[in-house]
């Protein structure tokens, strides 16, 4: 089943009295418990389409389906929900609340996908030992090294179990070593739990845990199968 799908995506922005195409007829697809990498230069494109699929930003053409519900251009206000369902977000930063310890990192996001009390802290510990942090749910951010960071930042994206996950660059702060744990960690996630997971990313390494790689460059895609 295709957990996202998206078709024809166009993206214009005006500067001044032009319009600029930062997308230009995107078509792609992630399965359910499939990894797919999005590699490309700066200014291809990548950014903006991560935006899209992930409701941040409408397309100005063309259809995204997120988990089996049709992103509906014209009504801007509906994308907050289906991120909340549907979309779990891992960022290149982390960005964990700072004087929140890792459990209530998790808890807060839970609570604003609307789940709330002993649930929330519940699912919240079954996400941390997910990830193996049970020993470390109580520290802050702070006494946290980037690797566990990283893992803070995974379990919360996991909160409700989304159908889809996004990561941005989620190895570009982190040491190889430590970048291939989260690779791993990443691929045992979407395969055990059947989320499709779409990283863009820089690191050669991703291409390890990968089904497929999609390149783009100016705007446009091209696909390919790794042996």
């Known amino acids: 089943?295709?957990?996202?799908?998206?078709?024809?995506?166009?993206?214009?922005?005006?500067?001044?009295?032009?319009?600029?195409?930062?997308?230009?007829?995107?078509?792609?697809?992630?399965?359910?418990?499939?990894?797919?990498?999005?590699?490309?230069?700066?200014g291809s494109g990548k950014t903006t389409l991560l935006s899209i699929l992930g409701c941040i930003l409408t397309?100005?053409?063309?259809?995204?389906v997120v988990d089996g519900q049709e992103v509906d251009r014209d009504r801007p206000a509906a994308l907050p929900a289906i991120r909340r369902r549907s979309i779990g977000f891992v960022f290149q930063q982390f960005n964990l609340f700072p004087s929140l310890t890792a459990l209530e990192n998790v808890?807060?996001?839970l609570n604003i996908k609307g789940t709330k009390?002993?649930?929330?802290?519940?699912?919240a510990e079954e996400a941390l030992e997910l990830v193996g942090l049970t020993d470390r749910k109580h520290f802050h951010p702070r006494d946290l090294s980037g690797g566990q960071k990283q893992r803070v930042a995974i379990a919360r994206?996991?909160?409700?179990?989304?159908?889809?996950?996004?990561?941005?660059?989620p190895t570009a702060n982190l040491d190889t070593e430590t970048g291939k744990q989260i690779?791993?960690?990443?691929r045992q996630l979407a395969r055990g739990r059947g989320?499709?997971?779409?990283?863009?990313?820089?690191?050669?390494?991703?291409r390890a845990i990968t089904?497929?790689?999609v390149t783009m460059c100016d705007g446009r895609i091209s696909e390919g199968t790794l042996q």
């Open 117 to 123: 009390g002993r649930a929330a802290r519940a699912e």
């Open 183 to 186: 690779l791993d960690l990443f």
């Open 59 to 64: 397309a100005t053409s063309g259809s995204v």
């Open 157 to 169: 994206a996991l909160a409700a179990n989304p159908a889809v996950l996004l990561a941005d660059e």
């Open 211 to 213: 089904d497929r790689v």
């Open 1 to 42: 089943m295709q957990s996202l799908v998206a078709t024809e995506i166009t993206k214009s922005f005006r500067e001044g009295s032009r319009s600029v195409d930062v997308l230009r007829g995107v078509s792609l697809s992630v399965a359910a418990g499939e990894v797919v990498g999005v590699e490309g230069p700066s």
């Open 195 to 206: 989320c499709a997971l779409l990283i863009v990313t820089h690191d050669p390494k991703v």
């Open 107 to 109: 808890e807060y996001a």
